[in-house]
């Protein structure tokens, strides 16, 4: 009998128990960011990296509340919430219909054999406490990513002192660290920097 199906099948539906959400620059947009991430513990990414993991967030336009201090909110690149809870119990039943899903395909290719039924028990049982197990060790995965944009400049500059000097448009302007999340450099010889919506709005239009 083989038994790895279960993990295949475990492994999709686990994958579905990630959700990802955009975040617009909306008032409305905030406040259903804000109710979910309510009373969660959380994981923020900021664009240079930096992770910061935190119980009260509150996010607003211009600044966000993580604990008691404020960072700007152009700088956070997404936030993750990680119900192992959740987890468990979602994993459990999937893992538990997969098991009845593959013993029920096999009863079916077995019913003339007198061991025809078991599949139907224990496949079930086993899906049950190997999807209580992954389900917790996943978790119930919700993310909140935050704007990026993809913008080509002309040329990128390192300073070495946490400043970056991009042409774009003829234009040279300085980024810090903590405005920029990266720089892409294609086989066509094509530059892009990767900001923030806020950071765009604020330097490039």
Not at 36 to 60: A, D, M, Y
Not at 126 to 138: D, Q
């Amino acid at each position: 009998m083989k038994i790895h199906p279960i993990f295949n099948i475990s492994i999709i539906f686990f994958i579905s128990c990630s959700s990802t959400h955009f975040v617009n620059n909306e008032d409305s947009s905030y406040k259903e960011v804000n109710e979910r991430l309510k009373g969660e513990k959380c994981t923020i990414e900021l664009v240079n990296g930096e992770e910061i993991v935190e119980n009260n967030i509150k996010v607003e336009s211009d600044s966000t509340t993580v604990g008691e201090r404020k960072i700007s909110t152009k700088t956070i690149k997404e936030i993750t919430i990680n119900n192992q809870g959740i987890g468990v119990l979602k994993g459990m039943g999937y893992g538990a219909l997969s098991g009845f899903i593959l013993g029920g395909v096999l009863y079916l290719g077995s019913m003339d054999e007198s061991y025809s039924e078991l599949p139907l028990v224990v496949l079930p049982a086993l899906g049950f406490a190997l999807g209580g197990l992954f389900g917790g060790i996943h978790g119930d995965i919700d993310t909140f990513v935050f704007p990026l944009l993809k913008v080509e400049v002309t040329s990128v500059t390192d300073t070495g002192t946490g400043m970056i000097i991009i042409l774009w448009k003829g234009k040279k302007m300085g980024l810090r660290m903590s405005q920029y999340y990266g720089v892409e450099k294609t086989q066509d010889g094509k530059i892009y920097i990767i900001i923030p919506e806020e950071i765009y709005k604020e330097k490039f239009q």
